[in-house]
C-alpha cells in the first residue's frame, strides 16, 4: 500500500476539495494522511518518520527557503518521495513580477509536480522554467465544489437565517480583505506583513482600503435607491475576522458564513473590486462585474477585463438596463468548467504512483526544521489561548492572528 500525505493551507478555500481527494485515493486503495500545514506539519513530519511516504502534496513552494522548510525534511526521510504543489493561488498581478507566486528557485521547479488550473498559470510556469513534463491541467479543484456541496443550503433556509427577503434579486459582493487593508491603512501596517513580498506591495495598501471604503458607499447608495427590489450580501474575505461594521448601511447583510460556491447558487450577480471569485462565478453563469470606484496601480490578472463600474448609476446599467457584461474569461484562467476535476487529479496521481521512477529532480540541500517547530510552538499556543478563552483576543505576533481559525478545530464552523 502506498502512503500519501496532503497538505492544505485554508479551511474555506482548500479543505473540502482536499478531503475529497483523500476520500477517493483512499477508495483506490492509498493510504492517505490530511493534515492543516500551519498547525499540523509537526504531526505530518511525525507519520513521515513512521511510514514511508511515496507522495506529499503541499499548498505552495517559491523559493528554496521554502523547500528547505517544507520538502527537505521529508526527503531526508525519504529522498524518492514525489511532491506535488497544488499552487493555491495562481492569479498575479499586471505590472507586478509573479516572483511571490512562481517557483523562482531551481530548487523548487522541476524538482516536484506542479498544477495548474488553466492555461494562463502553465504558461506562466513555462516560462519561469518548469518542464512541461511536470504540469498538470485539470482545472480548478476548488470549482467542483461548487456543484456538489453548495447545493446542499436552499434559499428559504438561508433567507430565514441571515433575514433576507426570498423574492427579491440577492446580489453578493466578495470582498478580498479589504477590511484588513482598511485597518492595517489606519494602523500604518505595510502590505509585506501580510503578504511577505516588496516595496511595490506596499503600494497596494491604500488604493485596496480605499477602494473597500468607497465601495461599502456605492453599495450603500445603491440598495437605498432600490431596497424594494434587492438585497446586497457583502461576503467578508475568509482571512477578515475583525472589523468596523460602523461604516456599513444598515440594508447591507455582512456575512462570513458559507463558501462563495453556496451563495452563487442563490444570487443574481456577483460583484467584485478585485477578487478571483468573479472567474468561478462567471463559470457558472453567475452576471459577474466589477466595482472599481478607485485607481489600481496593479491590477489583478484577468479581473481587470471583466465589465468594471465606479458609480451608482453604473450598476444600475448592468443591472436595472440589463446592460450586457464581459463573460467566459474564466478559461485561460482556472480552466474549463467540470464536475470531475478532483477525479482528473487522482488519474494523473496514480499514473505519477505507477512509473517505476520518480522522474523529477532530486537536489540535496540542507535540511531546515524552522516549519516543524514553528508548527509545534503555534498549535501549543493555540490550545493554551484557546482553553483559557481568549483565543479572539490575541493579535500578535500577526502572522499567527492572520491564521488562528484555520485551525482544524474549527472545521465543524466553517465546512
Known amino acids: 500500500m502506498k502512503n500519501i500525505i496532503i497538505l492544505y493551507d485554508l479551511i474555506a478555500r482548500e479543505y473540502w476539495s482536499c478531503n475529497e481527494l483523500m476520500k477517493i485515493l483512499k477508495d483506490q486503495g492509498y493510504s492517505v494522511y490530511l493534515f492543516q500545514w500551519n498547525f499540523e506539519y509537526y504531526k505530518a513530519l511525525s507519520v513521515a518518520k513512521n511510514n514511508l511516504i511515496d507522495l506529499l502534496i503541499i499548498p505552495s513552494c517559491y523559493t528554496g527557503a521554502d523547500y ?6 521529508f526527503k531526508n526521510l525519504n529522498m524518492n518521495t514525489t511532491i506535488l504543489c497544488m499552487h493555491n493561488e495562481q492569479i498575479g498581478y499586471v505590472g507586478l513580477k509573479d516572483d511571490y507566486l512562481i517557483p523562482n528557485e531551481d530548487l523548487c521547479k522541476n524538482t516536484m509536480y506542479h498544477l495548474a488550473w488553466g492555461e494562463y498559470f502553465k504558461q506562466n510556469l513555462i516560462d519561469h522554467g518548469v518542464s512541461e513534463d511536470f504540469i498538470i491541467k485539470t482545472g480548478s479543484i476548488r470549482l467542483q465544489e461548487g456543484y456538489i456541496k453548495a447545493e446542499k443550503v436552499n434559499r428559504e433556509e438561508l433567507a430565514r437565517k441571515y433575514n433576507l427577503d426570498p423574492d427579491k434579486k440577492w446580489l453578493l459582493y466578495c470582498d478580498s480583505g479589504g477590511a484588513l487593508f482598511y485597518d492595517m491603512k489606519q494602523k500604518g501596517q505595510k502590505a509585506t506583513t501580510l503578504i511577505g513580498g516588496t516595496t511595490e506591495l506596499n503600494e497596494m495598501v491604500k488604493p485596496y482600503a480605499d477602494t473597500y471604503v468607497k465601495s461599502v458607499e456605492i453599495l450603500g447608495d445603491f440598495i437605498d435607491k432600490h431596497k424594494e427590489d434587492f438585497e446586497i450580501i457583502f461576503r467578508l474575505h475568509p482571512g ?3 472589523f468596523d461594521s460602523s461604516q456599513f448601511n444598515s440594508k447591507i447583510k455582512i456575512i462570513r458564513d458559507y463558501s462563495v460556491y453556496t451563495w452563487f447558487q442563490h444570487v443574481e450577480a456577483n460583484i467584485v473590486s478585485y477578487s478571483t471569485s468573479i472567474f468561478e462565478s462567471d463559470a457558472m453563469g453567475i452576471k459577474s462585474f466589477v466595482l472599481k470606484p478607485v485607481y489600481f496601480k496593479y491590477e489583478v490578472v484577468g479581473v481587470c477585463e471583466y465589465s468594471t463600474c465606479q458609480t451608482v448609476e453604473d450598476i444600475e446599467d448592468i443591472l436595472i438596463d440589463k446592460k450586457e457584461v464581459v463573460k467566459g474569461l474564466y478559461k485561460d484562467y482556472i480552466g474549463e468548467i467540470k464536475n470531475n476535476t478532483v477525479e482528473s487529479l ?10 517505476s521512477k520518480n522522474k523529477t529532480q532530486f537536489i540535496n ?3 531546515n526544521n524552522k516549519k516543524k517547530y514553528s508548527s509545534i510552538i ?6 493554551t489561548f484557546y482553553r483559557l478563552g481568549i483565543i479572539k483576543y490575541i493579535k500578535w505576533p500577526f502572522s499567527f492572528d492572520m491564521n488562528k481559525y484555520e485551525h482544524p478545530i474549527y472545521h465543524k464552523k466553517y465546512i
Open 378 to 383: 503555534a498549535n501549543i499556543a493555540f490550545y
Open 346 to 355: 487522482v488519474y494523473e496521481i496514480n499514473s505519477i504512483l505507477a512509473m
Open 365 to 367: 540541500c540542507n535540511v
Open 240 to 242: 477578515v475576522k475583525d
Open 68 to 73: 528547505q522548510r517544507v520538502v527537505m525534511p
